[in-house]
């Protein structure tokens, strides 16, 4: 076998490696709330009650032709239309039998493979940005799927075996389907645009403006992404503007090490080559490169976001013009260094990741790393094989709020909730309860201001809620988000609760105008809210004393408290911990009596956790679900202090 027969092979092992351990993690698993919003919209255009056109879905006019290519996978599915779970695990195998498809087509045809050429493919598969979103459903990864696509109808078709200079003509068909699948890109998240300037320039061979601009495969994929974009305009029942841009500088040290890792030093290393050159189709391609990543650094809301980074990266092996940069690259001593460290850098934190306590207590460890917070839930300092059995498991066991807010909502029943409009109140989640309402066939009000509307003409209406937005303020990366807190701390006054799913320590709550029924308040309500203010309006999580298995060893750094009504039993046990003035009271919004609180560290918890006592059955026991140092209020613009 030729030494490129063994580097296809090689590649053909690295792309079959990757698209098994995607498979093998594909669940019914929710990992954030726009993966919640496509599917509601699916299940609507599949169901009837939402038209392919004047559609106000989210982002629809950017995404539109994700909603379809859902809405068909579940049509042909056919999943249980009340079983939401079984809805996202069709979701999610969608997204990876797409992309696997369109991997292996992009790999199998290439020809000629290097030893470069292998590890940046390698190193962009495994980075985390890709690795952690192959097995969920989004617009990424089926935008992603037609553009693996489109590079194999850019390459022009080999005469005789050739790549590039003897190469025929491409056809009528060819440039119609490069021109259909760019529209399909582009219709599938709005984004795929910043990576079709890159592959306008690598599929034309001459450094010519003119020859860039005649050739009919970049006119096809010219015309294709702008009648994306024009007929999401008017398909669309409503304009989703872009954000405005921001910049904190610990947010972004953060995702891109955490979504890239040592891929951005590939990145860097293929454009600053390019731009070495001096040539102006050279500083060109180097723009186009790092476009994606230019734009996203500016509104980095999560790791996510450099997915089309990673991907940019990855296209670059599958032209000729990019093959011949990483040769370049290759012979030198400081590129094959960089590759050699890259592929280091790849596979370490796979193993070992980071545990930090607070900003100078850290230390390398191959179980559970620290998370860290983003608007699509944590993601991990290394320990990424950790990570993603622990993706591939969250179904069983969650990883963050997602999962166990939505699992507890797939456990409501459809029978428990009364007559009249649903409002879904929720600290991020809103689409979580949205979602279920369109299973359940229940009409909607999108704003809780709209309820007023709904008292004035007597029609009924109810309120849902996840426990979590009673403790957690809601923030965005740089801003203070929405008002459904306080929202719903006014609807607890006058108002009956009724808890009606559970599950992982989340419950989900229905509310419904009345006056509040006699008796004892709901005691988890109450001592949520008590701990809002301990909490800092951090999140938490919260159970009884000795109901919840706490995994001491992930929770180190993390404020606690035990927390109970009566205070002398809480001051024994402050001294039988040999700790004095720790004990703090805490009121609640919700009820008259008041809560104590005694701050625990995770290790001390672990020496209380056996002990029984029945002056403990009412104590209950919370944890930040993050370290103290990640404390939200530290964001540019999260309202801090207020």
Known sequence: MTRSGKMRLAASLVTVVWICLEIWAVGPVMRESDQASLLEGAVQLAVGDQALSGNDSYNYDKQYFSYWVTTAWLKLRSPSADDSMAIVREGNLLAVTLFALALLSVVGSQRRWSGVQVAVLYGALFTPVLAFSGMFLSPNMISASFLLVLVVMLRPPPERGGDGEGAAQPSVVRVFLVGLLAWAATAARQDALLLMPLLALFTVREDSLGALLHDRRVQAMLMGTVFAIVLGLLLSDGFAVLPAPFFVLPTFVAFIGGGLGALLLLLLVFAATLA??????????????????????CVLYTPRHLFLPALAILLTIFFERGR????????????????????????GPWIVGVRMADWRQGAPVTSPATLFP?????????GYGWFFGRLADGAEEAVDHNQRVWAAWSTVNPASLPRGKGVILSSGLVSYGTFHLVLFGKDQVRRIEEVEQ?????????????ERTLGKRQRGVNATEGSNRNSLLSLLER?????????????ILLWTPG????????TGVSVKLALHKYFRGNDFRLAPWSKETWNTDELQGHRGV???????PLEQLERSMRQAGGLVKLESPYDQEPWWGLPVTAEKWEELRTERGDDREGFWVGFGTLPGFMDVRKYVGSGAGR
């Open 276 to 297: 070495g050159g001096r040539s102006l189709h050279r500083c060109l391609v180097a723009a186009a490169v790092l476009l994606p990543l230019i734009f996203y650094g």
């Open 324 to 347: 011949e940069v990483w040769s370049a690259i290759g012979r030198r001593r400081p590129g094959q260094l960089v590759i050699v460290l890259t592929l280091l850098a790849t596979m």
């Open 374 to 382: 983003s608007t699509d839930g944590f993601w991990p300092m290394g």
């Open 454 to 466: 709904l008292n004035k003409r007597h029609l009924e209406y109810f309120v849902l809620f996840d």
């Open 495 to 507: 108002g009956r609760l009724q808890v009606v799913g559970e599950a992982h320590g989340e419950r």
């Open 515 to 522: 006056k509040p029924e006699a008796g004892p308040r709901n």
């Open 562 to 568: 035990i927390a109970g009504r009566d205070r002398e």
